[in-house]
């Protein structure tokens, strides 16, 4: 009994020593809540997308940046219209109110400053071709796909470098296009992933982004996995199944910058991954909660140049802009 009693009061630390640790650890806390650092990556809240009324309670919606003239698009697909905001986060204008352009689902800027919107109207799809105050004046057709590509059907879009990439989700397949809709290449996902047929009908992609350096990227939530597709048809997957920091429950969108960092959504988790250029873990943030930073099922991702990942969620919280400062 006496070794016993000794070992218990040799667990505690003198009072003077915790004077020193607890305020230390609770100024700790507070820095972490809004600003997220590990491995030299932080990650720190913003805003919120906002009008003069307040922020603008969004629900999933699609995200594209104009780095040209630095704004941003917001596409809501339960809605037929498009908002755009500039960088600090206000609402500039909006159109698509008189349905001209059907439901737009995705939307994306050519480099001449078209707006390009990838629409449905019942049964069909459409890629309007918009000016800039997003009146349509034209529309890119589909040209030149191979048999294989017969009844492809777009439901997310991406412009970058002259190129379209599009995306079938009820086929597995991308197709990437010139700025006038003709045929470049395809990529059939259920067999450079080593899906097998049978199980296509079980199988969604829900994130679909291309990096700067022309990769593909997309995830798959059954699979608990995300992939990197090169433009000639190597693929690389990662992720693994979990509930620690760096692993998946859900994953939905995912963006690259260009450092080679891969930024990840979990809706499950309410958190967004970020892994290095070798797929190595290196930060999770955002979690339920009620402070501004926290996220509700973040889905949709965009990030600009500038290092503003803006961040899409359920629970009307709209969209949420953090600014990531990867090391140097």
């Not at 047929?197 to 969604?204: A, C, L, P």
């Not at 995912?254 to 797929?279: C, E, M, P, Q, T």
């Amino acid at each position: 009994m006496k070794n016993r009693q000794n070992n218990y009061k040799s667990s505690f630390l003198p009072r003077n020593i915790i004077l020193i640790i607890i305020p230390t650890i609770c100024i700790a806390f507070l820095a972490l809540s809004s600003n997220h650092v590990i491995a030299g990556v932080e990650a720190s809240y913003l805003h919120r997308l906002s009008n003069f009324s307040g922020p603008i309670p969004f629900n999933w919606v699609n995200i594209s940046i104009d780095e040209a003239r630095k704004e941003i698009y917001v596409v809501d697909s339960q809605k037929t219209n498009i908002t755009v905001f500039n960088e600090q986060g206000m609402e500039v204008y909006r159109f698509g109110d008189d349905e001209s352009l059907g439901r737009p689902i995705a939307v994306s800027l050519d480099s001449d400053g078209n707006i390009l919107v990838l629409s449905k109207n019942g049964s069909s799809t459409a890629i309007i071709k918009c000016n800039f105050r997003g009146e349509p004046i034209a529309e890119v057709d589909l040209k030149n796909f191979p048999p294989d590509f017969f009844g492809f059907s777009p439901s997310r879009m991406v412009y970058r470098q002259e190129l379209l990439y599009l995306l079938d989700s009820g086929s597995l397949k991308i197709a990437v296009t010139d700025a006038n809709g003709v045929f470049q290449n395809g990529y059939d996902i259920m067999t450079l992933a080593g899906i097998e047929e049978n199980k296509r009908d079980s199988i969604d992609i829900d994130g679909f982004s291309v990096a700067p350096q022309g990769n593909i990227l997309f995830t798959i939530p059954v699979k608990f996995a995300a992939f990197v597709l090169s433009p000639d048809g190597k693929i690389i997957k990662f992720g693994s199944p979990g509930g620690a920091p760096g692993r998946f429950n859900n994953v939905a969108g995912i963006v690259a910058d260009d450092r080679g960092y891969y930024y990840v959504a979990d809706k499950l988790k309410s958190a967004v991954i970020i892994f290095d250029k070798n797929f190595q873990f290196e930060l999770e943030f955002g979690y339920r909660g009620t402070r501004p930073e926290n996220l509700n099922g973040p889905r949709n991702m965009a990030l600009d140049s500038q290092g503003r990942l803006y961040v899409s969620q359920l629970g009307n919280k709209g969209v949420s802009v953090f600014k990531i400062t990867p090391e140097p």
